[in-house]
């Protein structure tokens, strides 16, 4: 039996990673039968810290400004609610209502979907149901949502499609900050959907007020959304400064799984590339046969000749695997793509999880037909 070594990406940490591993887990054992999955936790013991809780960032506690860069109005929509969940309700129009504030009646719905099975069912089956009713009653309780939500004077029904977008593009932060594994687009909108008829809905009818006034955004903000990714940011310069730990560990990890399958998510892959092309690897016995990476940065860093083990333009040692699959996102502003730097050993292939950045970077494992399935394929060939 063949093992598999997955090597987590950025900002995962404590319960994020077993919820991640449990996911890919699953996945494996469904699409890549005959394979045994071990992990290569990192992020606890040589992830980035805020050591005096982040004294050194001026007005630490606000978000950055990002700017859109979706390729639709519906991506365009759901990179808005990333940012602020809210947005959609504080801007809806006002509408004529009898007796008491239709708000009043929604926001007395929330706290029961906490407990609601159909939605809890559907989060079990992604691996990420473990935060969903400490989160219901966070934003139950909370001031801000309360008043918002209570100022609505579009009936439940009406209402109900702008709440559920509000409190999936809510979880969906939620999920991001704690470093669980995202949902991809379709996934986000069957939980969107799951909880209409939950906050008094469906709506028949009803016409979709905000994208009609949306417009396109471009995709040309990059630089600025990649310097707003500060937890990124916080790891990779850490493992710049410190990354022999971490690849000493998947040097550790491999010998003590057998692993002849790496499969790295993001800064996995740089660690991973950097072990694999270093003379360190090149001295000990040649277990890797496979290399996939997915939302990773190794390319860039070799292209700005920022790789710690290959300077740019040496390229890769014999001893690195023959076999790499890179898997990236165009939406995805974290990934690279590989071949066109290394063409003798990585293949591209591009994959889109339906979401705008950053929930594009942490979508890719729920996104069966093509990741899995294109991973699958890669290890029969392999």
């Not at 947005?87 to 929604?106: D, N, S, T």
């Not at 290399?291 to 390229?315: A, K, M």
């Not at 076999?323 to 994959?351: C, G, T, Y």
């Amino acid at each position: 039996m063949r093992t598999l070594l997955f090597v987590h990406g950025i900002g995962v940490r404590g319960p994020a990673w077993f919820s991640g591993f449990d996911l890919i887990s699953r996945k494996a054992k469904r699409y890549l039968p005959g394979i045994d999955v071990q992990g290569c936790q990192w992020g606890d013991p040589f992830g980035a810290r805020l050591h005096r809780d982040g004294a050194s960032i001026p007005d630490y506690e606000q978000t950055g400004d990002t700017s859109p860069a979706a390729e639709d109005s519906s991506r365009s929509r759901w990179f808005l609610l990333s940012r602020d969940p809210l947005l959609e309700l504080r801007i809806a129009p006002k509408e004529v209502y009898f007796g008491e504030v239709p708000g009043l009646e929604i926001f007395r719905l929330i706290p029961a979907l906490s407990e609601n099975g159909v939605i809890l069912e559907l989060l079990r089956s992604w691996s990420v149901d473990g935060l969903w009713s400490i989160f219901i009653r966070q934003i139950a309780t909370n001031l801000e949502w309360k008043l918002v939500v209570e100022s609505q004077t579009a009936s439940p029904a009406a209402a109900s499609e702008r709440i559920s977008r509000a409190i999936s593009a809510a979880y969906l932060r939620c999920l991001r900050e704690q470093g669980f594994p995202l949902l991809t687009g379709k996934q986000r909108d069957e939980l969107k959907e799951a909880l209409v008829p939950a906050v008094g809905g469906p709506a028949l009818g009803i016409g979709d007020w905000l994208l009609g006034r949306l417009t396109r955004f471009g995709a040309n903000r990059r630089g600025r959304l990649s310097d707003a990714t500060t937890p990124a940011i916080g790891d990779i310069l850490h493992y710049q400064a410190r990354g022999a730990e971490l690849r000493n560990f998947i040097a550790q990890r491999v010998s003590e799984t057998g692993a002849s399958i790496i499969l790295a998510h993001s800064l996995g892959g740089i660690a991973a590339v950097d072990w694999l092309a270093s003379t360190q690897y090149g001295t000990k016995e040649q277990k890797i046969q496979s290399l996939i990476t997915v939302g990773s940065q190794s390319p860039y860093f070799y292209e700005i000749d920022g790789l710690v083990s290959r300077t740019f333009g040496s390229g890769l040692p014999n001893t690195f695997p023959k076999k790499w699959l890179n898997i990236f996102d165009r939406a995805d502003f974290l990934s690279f793509m590989a071949q066109p730097i290394f063409p003798d050993h990585a293949k591209d292939v591009e994959v889109d999880n339906g979401q705008p950045f950053p929930e594009s970077h942490s979508a890719y494992w729920n996104n069966d037909d093509q990741v899995w399935e294109t991973i699958a394929a890669f290890l029969e060939e392999a």
